[in-house]
């Protein structure tokens, strides 16, 4: 492009006055008010004018599309950017989709506490002041045999306070084969080193021994820790050491044990893989000093992170400063809250996350042939008849770091496009006005019914539809 071109092309960019007169930018003025338009309009002229000096070849007129690109501009920031989404991928603890979708009473127990005054830290038998905590530390206690609980904003949260409190300065042993990365941002020595303590790595990937614990120990030891390692498995040749030698070792010396599981589990659900190595109370029951774990994982509530153990060593969390930055806020608590009493009750089969989990083939079954139908009366009224529509079975996965090898069987919809592009099509179903996310498995797109909640079959159609009409466009 010459410089006359561009300087062409920059000329024909309309004047803001004439595009804050226009019908769309005058609606948009009533509801974010005519400076904050005036602003997203400049910002998508001023991103127009970069695009046309660095050369770009453009498929409209650019007065046109200086109209275009403001209004959609005004669009995007006039609507939330955190919005529900259909989990169609088949992972039930889904980290990038917000993890467990909280159950009905929780939800009411939110929506009860967060536009009022509540008791968050306030007794009114005693006229005054009393602990956050202590709303939820006795449930905590009794769904897992500890003798103190506290909770802070997350687990990773409740592994760096549980670690400053009993560590900083001093050293923390742990095996070579527990050293993960969580995703992305949680790595186990950083956390280590975030909270003041030395790291001491011992033993093999694969291989760790008691004796390697022993031999390690220095009168500088503080903290012999078990990390759960959650999103990977190794087969073969592993040896961990079990729970109860370590406990047995850290009593001797004095030491805490400290155990991160990562996704806690409160009661044993009914699936068929599921053994026993996510149980806090076992954890606890086998000598764990302190045992830390995920409120929003397999246990099904709001983003928390819990640590329970002995009283002696809680307490010394519960007057470290730290807690101060980690605390939970009113909105956490209640959810947390009626989460646990749901539990307490036996009522934890109603919490979304469990029941996806504990769901049948059969009712999974029901539910594919349900919503294939659906989507082949969709695709008979847009007339895209090139489509293969059909029920298939599914791997489906605990996901959020449990049971990362054990697979869930379940069903799905596949959907075929004859033009071959899965991948067109499932574009089109995420940018739906209530995006879809589906899996894609040999150029197919899948529509794993495990994870929907009531009412997503009728946006799945919706989205289908839409999807289907954009791509015969
Ligand atoms: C998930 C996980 C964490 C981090 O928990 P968040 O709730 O994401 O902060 C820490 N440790 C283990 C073993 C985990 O699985």
Not at 199 to 207: D, F, H, L, P, S
Not at 232 to 257: H, M, N, Q, T, W
Not at 406 to 435: C, H
Not at 443 to 471: K, N, W, Y
Request: hydrophobic share 45%.
């Amino acid at each position: 492009m010459t410089d006359s071109t561009i300087h062409n092309a920059l000329r024909s960019i309309p004047a803001m006055d004439e595009l804050l007169n226009t019908p769309w930018a005058l609606a948009f003025s009533g509801r974010l008010g005519r400076e904050t338009v005036k602003k997203i309009i400049a910002e998508a002229l001023d991103g127009l004018k970069r695009d046309i000096c660095a050369g770009a070849q453009f498929n409209m007129p650019v007065d046109g599309l200086a109209a275009f690109r403001a209004e959609n501009l005004l669009r995007a920031r006039a609507s939330s950017t955190l919005k529900p989404v259909i989990n169609a991928t088949g992972v039930v603890v889904h980290t990038n989709l917000g993890r467990s979708p909280l159950a009905k009473e929780a939800l009411r127990a939110v929506h009860e506490i967060a536009g009022v005054y509540s008791t968050l830290e306030y007794a009114p038998e005693k006229g005054g002041r009393d602990g956050r905590n202590a709303h939820v530390e006795w449930s905590v206690c009794q769904m897992t045999g500890a003798e103190a609980a506290l909770v802070v904003n997350n687990n990773a949260a409740a592994v760096l306070l549980a670690l400053s409190a009993t560590a900083a300065g001093r050293e923390v042993i742990v095996s070579c084969g527990e050293l993960v990365e969580i995703g992305g941002s949680f790595r186990i020595p950083e956390i280590i080193s975030f909270s003041g303590a030395k790291m001491t790595a011992i033993g093999c990937t694969n291989v760790t021994r008691i004796r390697d614990y022993r031999n390690a120990i220095t009168e500088n030891t503080a903290v012999l820790l078990k990390v759960h390692p959650s999103n990977y498995r190794i087969d073969g040749f592993v040896k961990p050491v079990p729970r109860e030698e370590l406990a047995e070792l850290a009593a001797s010396r004095a030491l805490v044990f400290m155990e991160d599981l990562g996704s806690g589990l409160l009661c044993q659900p009914g699936v068929s893989f599921a053994n026993r190595e996510h149980q806090v109370r076992d954890c606890l029951k086998s000598g764990a000093g302190v045992v830390t774990f995920s409120g929003d994982k397999l246990l099904g509530g709001p983003q928390i992170g819990v640590i329970a153990g002995s009283k002696h060593l809680i307490d010394t969390m519960k007057r470290h400063q730290l807690l101060r930055a980690l605390r939970v806020d009113k909105m956490t608590l209640a959810a947390f809250e009626a989460t646990l009493r749901m539990y307490l009750s036996g009522r934890q089969g109603e919490i979304p996350v469990i029941r996806m989990i504990e769901a049948d083939k059969k009712t999974l079954l029901k539910k594919a042939r349900a919503l294939c139908r659906m989507l082949k009366d969709a695709a008979a009224r847009v007339n895209a008849v090139a489509l293969v529509i059909s029920v298939v079975e599914t791997c489906d996965a605990v996901g959020g770091g449990a049971y990362p090898t054990d697979k869930l069987p379940g069903y799905g919809v596949a959907v075929r496009a004859a033009s071959g592009s899965a991948e067109g099509l499932a574009l089109g179903l995420r940018t739906a006005p209530i995006p879809v996310i589906p899996g894609l498995r040999d150029g197919c797109v899948i529509l794993h019914v495990r994870a929907l909640l009531p009412g997503d079959e009728q946006s799945i159609a919706a989205a289908f539809t839409a999807a289907l009409s954009a791509m015969g466009r």
